[in-house]
């Protein structure tokens, strides 16, 4: 859940979340030595008037200037197809959820399960309880095993929605007529929020997304309540 004045990403609850922020961070440090170095071949040319006549026409340092970047592309692609290829990898689901947007709720399909799915409403900021947070609560929170392969299934029945829940480091577009896939794991229980991410009409920010993810035994005992 993010805080107030918060500038970082939010704690990572997925082994593809810690990726990104691995990534993100291997990424921020190249591009700050990048801007410290050109910063500080800036100062030096505004600081002195001296002139370097070998270094003014030299094929090494043209060589240099165009082989780093190139190596510099590399540190960055690398990691990032890595983590592209983690993120479209589809193993054996141990779940699967089926999940509709509409204007402007989300409705679930426990696909394993017969006669298992309900739509989840934002709940008004007239019946929020004290503690409850403006415009993230749900009356039907979507209730998910940890440490467990889960497949969502996500599509939409009017217009275009998008499916975000930044702690799991998951998001993939709601499209009328086409069915997309996305797996999600988390290493830890917990409540964890996300929204609505695509512009979908005067109430796109009232389509919070509530995932409560609980150990199996306690999915389990969820399950017999709703069955």
């Not at 050109?38 to 060589?63: F, G, K, N, P, R």
């Not at 009356?139 to 275009?160: F, G, H, Y």
């Not at 109430?203 to 997304?209: A, E, L, Q, R, Y």
Request: aromatic share 10%; with cysteine; net charge negative.
């Amino acid at each position: 859940m993010a805080c107030p004045v918060q500038l970082g990403f939010q704690d990572a609850a997925s082994p593809i979340m810690e990726e990104l922020l691995y990534f993100h961070d291997h990424t921020l440090m190249i591009v700050f030595l990048i801007s410290s170095l050109v910063l500080y071949i800036i100062s030096l040319m505004l600081s002195t008037e001296l002139t370097h006549t070998s270094t003014v026409d030299a094929q090494e340092v043209e060589t240099v200037w165009t082989i780093l970047p190139a190596v510099i592309l590399i540190l960055i692609a690398l990691p990032s197809l890595r983590i592209l290829y983690m993120m479209d990898e589809i193993t054996t689901p141990s779940l699967t959820v089926k999940t509709l947007g509409h204007q402007w709720y989300w409705s679930y399909e426990y696909t394993d399960y017969e006669n298992l799915c309900f739509d989840s409403y934002m709940i008004p900021l007239s019946d929020l309880k004290p503690g409850d947070l403006r415009l993230l609560e749900v009356d039907n929170r979507v209730t998910l095993p940890t440490e467990m392969s889960i497949r969502m299934l996500v599509s939409s029945e009017d217009v275009l929605h998008s499916w975000t829940v930044p702690p799991l480091g998951v998001k993939t577009d709601a499209i009328p007529g086409r069915l997309n896939q996305i797996t999600l794991m988390t290493s830890r229980p917990g409540i964890y929020y996300g929204q609505c991410s695509e512009i979908c009409g005067a109430n796109h920010s009232f389509m919070p997304i509530v995932l409560e993810l609980v150990p199996l035994k306690h999915f389990e005992e969820w399950l017999l309540n709703m069955l």
